[in-house]
C-alpha cells in the first residue's frame, strides 16, 4: 500500500519528460512542453471526478504535494468538495484579515495628508477607537450591517449627539475605503442604522461666550504679564481659535503680519491676520517665554494646553470660554460698525460665498481687516469703535 501511495522519488521527479505522472492516491505531476510542471490531485465526490491543482514544482516539493493530498483526501472522505472547502478557508482567512480595526487604520492612513497635520492630534479617529471599535473592531467589514452599527451608537445618539455623528461619518468613509479595496459591503449600512437610531433629540450648546460690552473689562483685566495672560490676549485681539495661538510660532510673524499655514487651520487654507499695534506688543512680550520658536510654551515640553486658557477663566468664575471670544468680536461687528459681512467672516477664517463666487473673489480683504482689527483693538482697550 505504502508503494502504490509513493510511487514517485524526488530524483524522478527532476528528470521527468513532459507527461503525466500518478505518485498514487490520486495525486499527480504534469509535466508541460515548455518545461513547466504542476501538481494536482483526483478525488471523486458525490459521485463527481475533480481535479485540484496544488501548486508548481518549483514551489512544491515531492513531499509537501504528499502532506497537502493527505490533507484534502481527507476532505473529500467527508463528502465535501476540496475546491469549494479550499475557497471558503481563503474567504474567511481573508475576512479576519479585514476586520473593521484593520480596515479603519488603512483608511485613516489613506486619508492623513488630507487631515490637519496629518491626524496627529488623533481627532479623526478617536469617535472610532472610543465608541465603535472597542464593540465592533474584530468583525470582519464584509459582514458589518446597520444592526451592528446601530447596537454600537445607541448609547450615545441623543446624549453626545456630535461624537455619535462624527463616529457614524467616519463609519462611511471606512465602508467606501474597503469597497474601493474590492470588498463586498453594504454601503447602505450607515444610512440604515441612521434610519434605525431615529432622529437625535440632543440639542446642540454652544460655546459660552462673554457680551462683547464686557470683554473690554476682562481684557483690560489680564494685566499680569504670564502666558496665559498673554495668549488669552492675542486670542481676543485676532479672533483667532485656541489652537492657532497656542502653536504660534515666530517664523510666522513678519512685521504685523501673522500668517498661520494651512496645516495648522481647521479649514486646510492658509490664513493672513494683520496685527493691531496692540497684538505687536503683546506678542513682544511673549517672547520673553520663547522656547523652539514657540511663544506660548508649556512648563516641561511642547505648548500650553487646551485647558490652560479654560481653567483661568474658569477661576474667574467666569461661563464663558475662550473660543466664545470669536462669537463676541463677530457680534461686535454686526452692532457696533458698520463693516461688510464678508470682511468680518474672512476675519474668522470662515468660507464665505458659493465656490463660484469664491472663484472670481480673489481677495481675503486684508487692507480692510487690517483697519478693523486696529478698530477691535482700540475698543478693547477703552476707546470707542469707531477711534
Known amino acids: 500500500m505504502t508503494r502504490a501511495l509513493n510511487k514517485l522519488s524526488a530524483s524522478q521527479v527532476k528528470s521527468l519528460g513532459p507527461g503525466k505522472y500518478s ?45 497537502t493530498a493527505v490533507e484534502w483526501r481527507a476532505v473529500a472522505r467527508q463528502g465535501k468538495d476540496p475546491i469549494k472547502e479550499r475557497e471558503r478557508r481563503r474567504r474567511e482567512a481573508a475576512k479576519a484579515d479585514h476586520t473593521l480595526a484593520a480596515v479603519a487604520e488603512e483608511a485613516f492612513e489613506a486619508r492623513k495628508a488630507q487631515l490637519k497635520g496629518d491626524g496627529k492630534a488623533g481627532r479623526w479617529f478617536s469617535p472610532l477607537e472610543l465608541h465603535v471599535l472597542p464593540k465592533l473592531g474584530r468583525v470582519p467589514v464584509e459582514e458589518l450591517d446597520q444592526q451592528d452599527i446601530r447596537n454600537t451608537l445607541a448609547p450615545i445618539w441623543h446624549t453626545k ?34 434610519a434605525l437610531l431615529g432622529k437625535s433629540r440632543h440639542q446642540p450648546k454652544h460655546v459660552p461666550a462673554m457680551d462683547w460690552r464686557e470683554v473690554p473689562d476682562f481684557y483690560q483685566s489680564l494685566n499680569e504679564g504670564t502666558i496665559t495672560n498673554l495668549a488669552l490676549r492675542l486670542l ?54 520663547e522656547r523652539g520658536g514657540y511663544l506660548f510654551p508649556n512648563v516641561r515640553k511642547g505648548v500650553i494646553s487646551d485647558a490652560t486658557m479654560s481653567r483661568f477663566m474658569e477661576r474667574r468664575g467666569l461661563e464663558a470660554r475662550p473660543h466664545g471670544f470669536r462669537s463676541s468680536f463677530r457680534t461686535w461687528c454686526a452692532e457696533a460698525t458698520e463693516v461688510p459681512r464678508e470682511v468680518a467672516e474672512t476675519c474668522l477664517a470662515h468660507v464665505v460665498g458659493g465656490s463660484v463666487e469664491r472663484a472670481y473673489r480673489r481677495t481675503d ?11 477691535w483693538a482700540n475698543y478693547l482697550r477703552g476707546k470707542t469703535a469707531n477711534d
Open 23 to 67: 505518485d498514487g492516491g490520486g495525486l499527480w505531476l504534469h509535466r508541460r512542453e515548455d518545461g513547466g510542471a504542476q501538481w494536482f490531485l483526483r478525488v471523486t465526490v458525490h459521485g463527481h471526478r475533480r481535479e485540484m491543482g496544488l501548486g508548481a514544482l518549483r514551489d512544491v516539493s515531492l513531499k509537501e504535494a504528499r502532506e
Open 161 to 194: 449627539a456630535d461624537t455619535a455623528r462624527k463616529a457614524m461619518n467616519r463609519l462611511g468613509i471606512v465602508i467606501r475605503h474597503a469597497a474601493a479595496m474590492g470588498l463586498d459591503v453594504d454601503m447602505q449600512a450607515t444610512e440604515k442604522a441612521k
Open 236 to 289: 481676543i485681539l485676532t479672533a483667532s481659535r485656541s489652537s492657532e495661538v497656542r502653536f504660534c510660532h515666530l517664523d510666522e510673524i513678519e512685521g504685523d503680519l501673522w500668517t498661520i499655514p494651512a496645516a495648522r487651520m481647521k479649514g486646510g487654507a492658509e490664513h493672513r491676520i494683520p496685527l493691531s499695534g496692540e497684538a505687536q506688543a503683546v506678542i513682544e512680550q511673549a517672547k520673553a517665554f
Open 365 to 375: 480683504y486684508l487692507e480692510q481687516r487690517r483697519d478693523l482689527m486696529e478698530r
